[in-house]
């Protein structure tokens, strides 16, 4: 359950303050530009302490591929790489080895597992995700490619509200648009594997991550089915496309040619810098005295992880259809 | 790609006018009870025509269980059902062939394989969903034997504003909710296997689908971390809960024991009850005349597809978190 | 677990003596011509009655296709199917409630499950394999339309032993041959998705089937490296084949062009006509007098099985191959 | 394609002459023993050049293990690791980089791919095993620590037929006996998931494996039925048995309790150290000089690969089936 996708998959590893974050990206065609420079940028825009609002937690997260490319070009070959986890202060999180912060995943795993890596939250900290990134900056090279473009853009966070939230030790939610432009027609498998519904599954990964929706949305709960209608229109190079866009470029889980538009929503981050009432193992009434590093709002990091999911889906998709037809 | 869950895996086939729907409920362990009149009134909560505003197909959808269940228990083998087709229009569709519906899968289905049987919408219609209600009712009756409840609600829709629509030959979208209760600790799998992004794929696999929310949802973006803290409490019986569920029952990835709570936005059915300006194969403008059998609004039907969707990811990571611990 | 394949994948249900057999074969590719009546002859090379030393149960299988399938051509959309279990004599296995047939299932799956029908083997009977000779059939003739043709032979049985063997209500065993030819090059993929070894999991798959081999198999154990080496060779067309086929038509998991040559050895049938000791339920001695319809020598009936199974991998295997590649 | 397992899953990489090999074994239970010093031992029985007629490459194979493993306990998460590949003479294989050895992968992978690393194999090289062996060395300690063993042995090496082999450049094939000890009754799933189906995909999935066969295997061509019958019999603790085992400790693909017993056929070493006329990428004939380091016979290096592929599939296993019954 640490692997997703079907034909291009993602299988990843690594605990927050262990030796190291890794992955294996497995099913990428042979013959494929990679511009390590490049990835290793993609990758860095998901650091931490490079906006305001974020951690202070400043490890270089360096990229180091182990296989699967060589001479800068993908053999076809499984792509397994890992990121060291060089900048850890484990002793900021010794007192929270017998308690739950609330809001977090502390709880759940102990009784999932009966034990855990408490240190920086372990296997269920956001830190995972840089393995996701690095996965995903190679998917988007190889959509760019093609002509295919990930863009994610968080909405506006106002400036006033976050700096009186971090005085306060409080955190914000927020949402994150992403556009996918380029999609050729017919990506996406009809029933259970729904463009829109692996989409949902891969953004709904992303720790924080609350809601998901595309096109219109929750806003088509009170809509009528006149007002949402996307026409068909014959275009000047005789290719059939859509006047509006509400259904976000997928119908009947299948891509139609148009935006891909989607919007995923973060709840705030849950920990909070001010003491916080909770329970110990035992359900004795503790108070938590967060010590670690942590972002105020996830939103800015977010970008690259919520581009990442969407690049691996989308060329994940663009393979499996190759299997269609003869 | 027919094909959902991991342990417990649903596998449907047919086509609205072909001669049979049907699904292979694979996984479900031995000793299971299932009662098959039961079975069929689950079944019939999704039937046309019971409802006002919703399409006047009337089939019995009466359900053949042909293989896994034996003197009223499963077998551990996989329970193959079919439901056979019997009331069917097919030549209300010929006009079809030729033209692409708005907002339908028509269009992208095309494109996709190069053939479709446009008859009543082929695979992509709803009809499709008659299997995972089989299916989902058996999982409901298996969830039910451990004391977990599954419960869909369509937010209440106007009844005035609903007969105006249909007056005018329009359509109406809607949310659905659902709340799973009696949910042991610790289901859900850490990263790709989050229970609500296991929940989200399957929801958003549901026809018309445009959107998922757990817990506060798309509320959390405006939302600061302090107001949403489900703080911790240890119970009368020594056992540890929340006292408010602002995270629906889920942290980490992990049910929490709490109430699993989730929102579902369903479009306005595509199919309006007047002309329609369209497209032919080719490109060229056409008119649309519908004359099928549809609904007006989609949510009265789809509440047992959502609660049978809800129990056949709960029960596939029931088992799932079997293998956990030895 | 009923599931075979990765992008075209089979998956069965069905007790020997329930209602039907059948299966759902996912991940056809779109445009496929489907003969009928083609169909069910290779479905009907497998019944039971035609051969001599094969059981007397004469049911006809008529293959139901359910959906689809569409004037003669594949959707691209699951193919459902069954086929009814018209001919069975329950009562036969009546004893068999509470007792243990050596070298059969019976033991194994009570002990696994603590619930099992009896009857006829329940799902362990070789009844079982008549839902992958449909799925086999359809394959078989997409793999005709691309030129690769699939031949499976019996090894010679001996008529005078045979004879012999059925007057002593005894059994025998045997080795079925297959050959895949007309093969492209490059299918089969490296490490755990050798070509081989998914043909050995297939064939292992089937009920008896006790050693499989590919190429010269293992009369390799007593031979040098420098007898079995297969020199390349510039054919007249400029392609590259080799002189010899030791190899068996893979290399390092990746068909080279060469036939695929395979072998599969069948036990003797486990069910004797005459008198066996064996326990029951608690243990106990007791003495079974088998009274259902058996085959002597199960190899006259295992062809169309085996060129299933391997027409089924080599599809399968055809479709992942395209993604290997933009 | 480079993952196998269902519950328990190995996903390797790594090219032979890449930076490192590497893998994840990810659905390990948490709380599982891991004795990091036993498992390097184990890891090392695989090494070259600790036994005559066994290749010179001398590497340590030192384990990292990055994740999963905390305080000597498996902690529930995926145990990724990596093996450096410290001692390549990548120049001896620069001339192959345009030629095909017979009998290895070089022309299908290059045929396959478009594109290969052609040092030492690449991916394709035997050396890919040592992921294996690290993920079995865990699965064998966790197989120990429930009272089941797994045990490798070759068939005996004549000395002096391999001295002879070796002074004439020649290699020699052999068999390897497996046998599995105390493995619970019931593991193993019906149809294809077949306990003995899954064990061969497992072992012929391992480089130059040719064949599989279990209990009696291919000598079950030419007996009867009542001289291989393995009768039932109450033991003395009241449990049922089999006075004889020629079923292999499987019957109707669930484990019996009986030993599991089988035998895999590796074909002689490709790599003869002699002068080789072979082919070029265009086809013209080459004289090829091998000068990398290379087995003579490659079984005693083989018996810590297939024991780790076994115990990896009973491992797997064994967690499925805690899924069959609530």
């Known amino acids: 359950m640490n692997t997703m996708g079907k034909i291009l998959t993602l299988t990843t590893f690594g605990e927050s303050h262990g030796l190291a974050m890794g992955g294996v990206l497995d ?39 182990l296989s699967g490319i060589w001479q800068g070009k993908t053999l076809g070959t499984p792509i397994g790489f890992i990121i060291r986890n060089a900048n850890v202060h484990s002793d900021d999180y010794d007192e929270l080895a017998q308690c739950f912060r609330p809001n ?25 995700t840089v ?73 709904m990964s992303i720790p924080s991550v609350h809601g998901f929706e595309y096109g219109d949305g929750f806003q088509l709960a009170s809509r009528r089915g006149s007002e949402v209608m996307d026409l068909f229109v014959r275009r000047d190079d005789g290719s059939i496309g859509t006047v509006t866009n509400h259904s976000g470029g997928i119908q009947g ?51 690259p992880i919520v581009e990442s999911m969407a690049a691996l889906v989308i060329l994940d998709n663009y393979l499996i259809h190759k299997t269609n037809v003869f």
């Open 27 to 65: 099913g990428m065609p042979a013959g494929v530009n990679v511009d390590i420079d490049k990835l290793q940028c993609f990758v860095d825009r998901r650091r931490a302490g490079l906006v305001a609002g974020t951690s202070a937690r400043h490890e270089r997260d360096r990229v180091e591929l």
């Open 253 to 303: 889980g299948i891509s139609n040619g148009e935006d891909i538009t989607m919007r995923i929503v973060f709840k705030p981050v849950p920990t909070l810098m001010r003491d916080m009432p909770s329970v110990d193992i035992d359900g004795n009434p503790v108070t938590i005295k967060p010590r670690g590093r942590h972002d105020a709002c996830v939103l800015p990091r977010a970008l």
């Open 104 to 128: 977090h995943a502390d709880f759940t795993w102990q009784a999932k597992y009966g034990i855990r890596d408490h240190r920086g939250g372990g296997r269920a900290s956001a830190r995972e």
């Open 131 to 203: 393995a996701r990134v690095v996965a995903g900056g190679i998917a988007v090279q190889a959509l760019n490619g093609m002509g295919i473009t990930v863009e994610a853009k968080a909405s506006p966070v106002d400036e006033a509200l976050l700096q009186q939230a971090m005085a306060q030790g409080d955190t914000l939610g927020g949402v994150v648009e992403c556009v996918v432009r380029g999609v050729p027609l017919g990506l996406g498998e009809p029933v259970f594997g729904k463009l829109h519904a692996q989409l949902a599954a891969a953004m």
